[in-house]
């Protein structure tokens, strides 16, 4: 499995990252949403994307955006980590497509148990 | 903070005779961190002149704070998915089926904690069984600690609450902001009664069950106090009732009048027709 931490803090990449591959999963990185389609144009579609929102250049509600157009990247898990809490966030991420929303601070535990909700990963 | 033994037995004792809880030897560190929040609050200078209080004076208040604090109140909604994977799946449609004559159906969780578990049934119900909308659903979730009770009353769940196991979706749909804690409809808050029952003590009188609840609650009794409440729960379950446990639970070897059901992967069983 693979999946793509994209969030313009490297402490926050790295935290992340290490939890995926605790889990198994293969981990790419990207510092904004921009960088983020980049990198899935050369290497395809990952099982879920971590997508923080406030990025500079691309942020994670329009990458989920921009995700959802594009055909080549359908089926792709999208899975907001951010620290946006209000309910119009969460709202307006899922209406944007994405499929999970885990508000920061995060545990593993936390990971994990959305990550099992999308039926991805060990549950 | 040391625990003198005589105070660490008194205190087993105490736990034990008003909960039924089993503390290990080993648990002295456990009474030690639990209980250091009422030293803190009530005043009380060491452990040893909170037990002496105890001692001294009968069954009141701070007895009952003390008992409570050694509960473990670990939750979270939809522990264990492939539990509500088998309520959705097999248990609401079949009990659709078999009380469709007096559209009833009872629900107990009998230890519920802060509420996460009959919450995330009752969120189950209202998505997916309208139908029920129509019926008679009591829904009963109680426990032995008036904290997590209350909290569960009040359904006001913390951010790191809402964040474990709580599809988003559900979160928009049946949640409302409260400053940083997050407050459940007051739709679903009414679909569940709450009241305080003692396991280990007698219970109210329940209405015939279909659906008992016992999840992660047992395995802190001993097998005496286990076969008695698996008895209990025999006589106040509807032919053909589920009783379901937390994942690594089971009746075997303690009350073999019960029979796992078929489902697979999920700890749910009802009583062996005779
Ligand atoms: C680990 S929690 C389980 C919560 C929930 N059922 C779940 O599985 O997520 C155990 C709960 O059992 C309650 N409990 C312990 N002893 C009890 C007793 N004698 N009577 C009623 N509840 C009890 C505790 O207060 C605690 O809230
Ligand atoms: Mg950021």
């Keep these: 499995m693979r999946a793509i931490v994209i969030d313009d803090s490297e402490a926050i990449r790295r935290i992340l990252r290490n939890m995926m591959t605790a889990i198994g999963f293969e981990v790419i990185e990207a510092k904004n949403g921009r960088d983020a389609l980049d990198r899935l144009a050369t290497i395809g579609c990952v099982d879920v994307a971590l997508v923080d929102w406030n990025m500079?250049?691309?942020?994670?509600y329009e990458f989920v955006v921009a995700v959802r157009a594009d055909p080549t990247l359908n089926g792709m898990r999208l899975m907001m980590v951010t620290s946006?809490?209000?309910?119009?966030?969460v709202a307006a991420a899922l209406n944007a497509g994405a499929d999970e929303y885990v508000m920061k601070p995060f545990t593993k535990d936390v990971i994990l148990e959305k990550l099992a909700l999308l039926g991805i990963g060990q549950s | 903070m040391m625990l003198p033994n005589a105070d660490f037995e008194y205190v087993r004792k105490l736990v034990r005779d008003r909960s039924a809880i089993v503390l290990d030897d080993g648990k002295t560190y456990l009474v030690e961190s639990r209980?250091?929040?009422i030293l803190q609050r009530e005043g009380f200078a060491s452990l040893t002149e909170l037990v002496a209080a105890l001692r001294s004076a009968p069954y009141h208040d701070l007895h009952r704070r003390v008992v409570e604090?050694?509960?473990?109140?670990?939750?979270?909604?939809?522990?264990?998915?492939?539990?509500f994977d088998a309520l959705n799946l097999h248990v609401f449609p079949d009990l659709i089926q078999r009380r469709s004559v007096d559209r009833q159906i009872n629900l107990w969780c009998a230890a519920s904690s802060s509420g996460q578990e009959p919450y995330s049934i009752a969120m189950i119900l209202r998505?997916?069984?309208?139908?029920?909308?129509?019926?008679?659903?009591?829904?009963?979730?109680?426990?032995?600690?008036?904290?997590?009770?209350?909290?569960?009353?009040?359904g006001v769940f913390s951010q790191l609450e809402v964040n474990r196991g709580l599809p988003a979706p559900l979160l928009v749909k049946y949640f409302k902001k409260r400053g940083v804690d997050w407050q459940i409809s007051?739709?679903?808050?009414?679909?569940?009664h709450f009241s305080h029952v003692n396991l280990a003590a007698d219970w109210p009188q329940f209405p015939p069950m279909d659906v008992v609840f016992m999840r992660n609650v047992l395995i802190y009794f001993d097998v005496a106090t286990k076969r008695s409440i698996l008895g209990k729960i025999r006589r106040i379950l509807r032919p053909g009732g589920y009783l379901v446990l937390g994942s690594a639970e089971t009746t075997l070897n303690i009350d073999d009048k019960f029979?796992?059901?078929a489902f697979p992967r999920v700890p749910f069983y009802r009583v062996k027709k005779t």
């Design chain 2, 127 to 154: 998505e997916n069984f309208p139908i029920l909308s129509t019926w008679v659903v009591r829904h009963i979730a109680s426990d032995l600690n008036m904290d997590v009770l209350s909290k569960a009353k009040d």
């Design chain 2, 186 to 192: 007051d739709d679903i808050r009414r679909m569940i």
């Design chain 2, 259 to 261: 029979e796992r059901v």
């Design chain 1, 56 to 60: 500079p250049d691309l942020n994670g």
């Design chain 1, 84 to 89: 946006e809490t209000e309910l119009q966030s």
């Design chain 2, 35 to 37: 209980l250091g929040p």
């Design chain 2, 69 to 83: 604090a050694l509960t473990t109140n670990e939750t979270s909604f939809f522990r264990d998915m492939p539990t």
